[in-house]
């Protein structure tokens, strides 16, 4: 007999996971993820890309607003085994404790580094070479289970949060795959996480996002990449805010103070960071007007960059 499944998901991250489950036939009996959501400018209440995939399927739903407080859905079901993705709220632990088999998580790091709500981020923000997946059983502390299976992939210098996002998402999907038939076996041996080598990856605040010139140019570049596609870096001109999709590092050095435009190219605007070394902007959106190459922007109206201005407050 079939084992049931509750799988617990919200963002894109999550879909292919629920999807590599559906297509090797596992009985997923009930879907939770979180309730839909106001977005975008008109504030229109839009559904988690989890609930999507499951109306697809004919999955049964479940949104409850606080999982601690409401979590009834779950136990007429019954579950053997419940599988979280980025679900996005903490599991009280008579929940943790209701299923035959617990409850596992797919996590977007090699725990114990960088547990919490932003690991993929942070993975690229911190200049790490490489990240991967760790699958573990889930406790009441975040993040803190022991490890059932793991595997890593490089992080290339080209890779943004929204290329690591895409590749980590196939390999969860990929690697819970693998783990299951001997995890629902009982022929697995998962390993505690090392404390010492516990490191965190906060949800990401606004003061994140500023860019501080006076910082190394590759602490800035991986800033850069590890907020783009979201929530994206920012820095002021001219007292209005400016979002920074792209950059790339420069060989060029200068002796100006940092956050001034040292050079205005065809393709790019050089900074200069603290490191003296420069930052090529490749990619960026003025206040109140839309995403632009650097090119398209130079050629438009309303344009007052100049050598020797300045980035930052």
């Given at each position: 007999m079939k084992k049931s499944i509750v799988f617990m998901g919200t963002p894109d991250f999550a879909v292919p996971v629920l999807e590599a489950l559906i297509d090797q036939q596992y009985k997923i009996d009930l879907v939770v993820t979180q309730p839909d959501r106001p977005k975008g400018r008109k504030k229109q209440l839009t559904p988690p890309p989890v609930k999507v995939a499951a109306e697809q399927h004919g999955i049964p739903i479940f949104q409850p607003e606080k999982i601690k407080n409401d979590w009834g859905a779950i136990k007429e079901v019954n579950p053997d085994l419940i599988i979280t993705a980025a679900f996005g709220q903490i599991l009280p632990k008579e929940?943790?404790?209701?299923?035959?088999?617990?409850?596992?998580?797919?996590?977007a790091s090699l725990l114990p580094k960088l547990r919490g709500g932003a690991p993929i981020h942070y993975s690229i923000i911190?200049?790490?070479?490489?990240?991967?997946?760790?699958?573990?059983?889930?406790?009441?502390?975040?993040?803190?289970?022991?490890?059932?299976?793991?595997?890593?992939?490089?992080?290339?210098?080209?890779?943004?949060?929204?290329?690591?996002h895409d590749k980590l998402a196939k390999v969860g999907s990929e690697l819970l795959i693998r783990t299951l038939p001997d995890f629902l076996n009982g022929n697995i041996d998962a390993r505690k996480q090392e404390e010492a080598e516990v490191t965190y990856a906060p949800n990401i605040k606004r003061e994140d996002e500023?860019?501080?010139?006076?910082?190394?140019?590759?602490?800035?570049?991986?800033?850069?990449?590890?907020?783009?596609?979201?929530?994206v870096a920012f820095t002021q001109f001219e007292g209005k805010t400016m979002k920074v999709w792209q950059a790339e590092k420069s060989d060029i050095i200068s002796d100006k103070e940092p956050g001034t435009i040292h050079a205005i190219e065809a393709d790019g605007i050089l900074i200069?960071?603290?490191?003296?070394?420069?930052?090529?902007?490749?990619?960026?959106?003025?206040?109140?007007?839309?995403?632009?190459?650097?090119?398209?922007?130079?050629r438009g109206?309303?344009?007052?960059?100049?050598?020797?201005?300045?980035f930052g407050e």
């Open positions: 929940l943790l404790d209701f299923p035959s088999k617990g409850c596992i998580n797919v996590h911190e200049g790490h070479k490489e990240t991967g997946i760790s699958i573990m059983y889930m406790t009441e502390k975040l993040d803190a289970g022991d490890i059932i299976s793991q595997q890593a992939i490089p992080i290339e210098e080209k890779d943004n949060v929204g290329t690591l500023r860019i501080d010139w006076s910082r190394e140019q590759e602490v800035i570049f991986n800033q850069i990449r590890g907020l783009c596609p979201w929530p200069v960071t603290g490191s003296r070394k420069t930052i090529k902007i490749t990619e960026l959106q003025p206040a109140g007007k839309k995403r632009m190459q650097v090119e398209d922007f130079l109206a309303g344009n007052t960059l100049t050598v020797g201005a300045k």
